[in-house]
């Protein structure tokens, strides 16, 4: 391993995480920036020897990875007022903010760890895939020993090639969370325990990240073409406009993806 | 344990989990009936004692629970063929059919396994929940005692609450999947590797069915109203219509919905 010392601009849920597991890794944090010196506080008491700070003047630092993570919306202002040392590397953790919101800066890179983090979830970095982009190969190299340190699964990955990571986790995840959202609320609407449904979901994300291909797997009335069903339920759902337009679209699409995905 | 001699009507998926999780807790299942007799006999074989047959005549079977587990459309047809014995209990699998699909018999009830089932993957029974109805309590009483021998949860459920089940199941499970299904296609179409989603995939529905409530643990674009990304994926899957139309419409419900099903 070889020692990088570290700064970490922002300490939410996943400067969290990354601190910690950098820290432990045996890149020593040196300081925690937040603008709620509380927030910094919080996050330095937990590693080896980092200091809190609210100053962005860092041309004292020992540090040579800056790792930006905080909104989105505010990693290009927050950027421009940093004072970094000389050779100091600047990334930000963004799936979605490109490379060049960082152009101010000489060494600039994006650390993306492609997970949802909650800052009292306990997460298995290990299998964190993490995203690697750098604007030169010397940083990038920095960045992919960095990642490796503590991640089995490590990609280079161009600003292009996150746009289309984050699309489609937003259907899987973001969309995912929402039809569960949907079904718990009819659930209680009726009087029925969401949990009863626990099982059932498991198996299907299981089966389908199993098979390789979701497609593949597709289960439920649209693929089948089972029309009395599908009216049942539309005559349902009149009570759930919004719901309603959802089951049709999606009950369309799966009609026109069939399982030819297969190739 | 109360043993009850069990019959299967069809030798499918659910046929084939059923009968050998019920064969194991010491119900015998006596026949095994399929159009095709060479899925009768494969499923039989794996079972302790019973017969293959393709004769819809059970008037000498000793069999007191008759489970009918074959396509929904086909039900309520070999119902009308089947001949039981007297004291015979007729039930079906079905999640979405009534009850009263199988009203030409005396004693009729429903037995639902809430999963999805593979004739290859393994299962734990155990972990399935069954919703039972029946037309009268003797009825009841028995197929809540067959569930309870091999599954630790165990409701009664109206064919009315069956249907909002269904219905919720479809959201949840079905159309997950096809959500999953897009993803891999934009991902497979962009040239990256789907199994790179794969834990953030597992973490957020660990997530959404950790919080008891999906609605609260919600994240993405669309409950960050955050235009700019949405507005640059939009431009994006300007090549994928019928994804446009599914984005457009769940980031809309997910703005609608918010946080507020917290109470």
């Known amino acids: 391993l070889v020692e990088i010392p570290i700064t970490f601009i922002g300490a ?28 910094a506080s919080k996050l330095a008491s937990n590693l080896y020897n980092a200091t809190p700070t609210q100053s962005t003047d860092f041309t004292g630092s020992k540090a040579r990875v800056f790792i930006i993570s905080i909104p989105d919306d505010t990693v290009e202002s927050i950027s421009l007022q940093l004072q970094l040392p000389p050779h ?27 997970q949802t983090f909650s800052k009292y979830r306990e ?46 986790a937003v259907f899987a995840c973001n969309f995912t969370n929402h039809l569960l959202a949907i079904s718990h609320q009819i659930m209680k609407k009726e009087g029925l325990e969401f949990s009863l449904l626990k099982p059932l979901i498991e198996e299907t994300i299981n089966k389908a990240l199993g098979s390789q291909i979701p497609a593949s797997v597709q289960t439920g009335p649209a693929i089948r073409k089972d029309m009395k069903t599908m009216q049942s339920h539309l005559e349902f759902l009149k009570n759930y406009p ?10 369309d699409s799966i009609d026109k993806m069939g399982f030819k995905i297969n190739s």
Chains 1, 2 share one sequence.
């Not at 995480?17 to 010196?37: F, M, P, T």
């Not at 993490?130 to 960095?146: G, K, S, W, Y």
């Not at 990642?147 to 699964?153: G, H, K, R, V, W």
């Open 12 to 39: 939410g849920n996943v400067a969290w995480h990354l601190a910690q597991a950098l820290d432990a890794a045996g890149h020593i944090v040196q300081e925690v920036y937040s603008r709620k010196l509380e927030s």
């Open 123 to 168: 997460l298995e970095i290990q299998q964190v895939p993490f995203c690697i982009e750098a604007n030169n190969e010397d940083t990038e190299e920095v960045l992919v020993n960095l990642a490796q340190s503590i991640s089995n699964t490590v990609y280079l990955v161009s600003s292009a090639e996150r746009k289309v990571l984050h699309i489609a």
């Open 242 to 251: 919004t719901e309603l337009q959802i089951y049709k679209i999606i009950s």
């Open 88 to 114: 100091a590397i600047l990334v930000h953790t963004s799936g979605t903010l490109p490379l060049d919101a960082l152009t101010a800066h000489k060494s600039i890179g994006v650390f993306y760890p492609l």
